[in-house]
């Protein structure tokens, strides 16, 4: 599935959480979980980021709801998508001594 098809089918259905997504388009593979989170009180918000056969599509929605009394469309935040692009980075550790 294409970058602009996995937009537009997402825009418009009613998809609530970030797993609904994952359920809806299983063929994506998923290669970032849990940017840019956003919390408070009742449900978190974050970010996954998946491989289409084009690019990258990045998928904000409910990853967390913390009361038993909700249900992810009483959030009131339908996922949301949009094309990310892949940004290489260096990261250093330990060296193992020898």
């Given at each position: 599935?294409?970058?602009?098809?996995?937009?537009e089918k997402c825009s418009s259905e009613n998809?609530?959480?970030?797993?609904?997504?994952?359920?809806?388009?299983?063929?994506?593979?998923?290669?970032?979980?849990?940017?840019?989170?956003?919390?408070?009180?009742?449900?978190?918000?974050?970010?996954?980021?998946?491989e289409c056969e084009?690019?990258?599509v990045g998928v904000s929605g409910v990853s967390q709801v913390y009361s038993e009394m909700m249900s992810n469309s009483d959030c009131d935040c339908p996922c949301s998508a949009c094309e990310y692009e892949a940004v290489?980075?260096?990261?250093?550790?330990?060296?193992?001594s020898e």
């Open positions: 599935m294409k970058v602009a098809e996995v937009i998809i609530w959480s970030l797993w609904e997504f994952e359920e809806e388009f299983p063929e994506l593979k998923l290669v970032a979980s849990d940017l840019n989170v956003e919390r408070d009180r009742w449900v978190e918000i974050s970010t996954n980021v998946y084009d690019g990258f290489p980075s260096i990261t250093y550790k330990p060296k193992k």
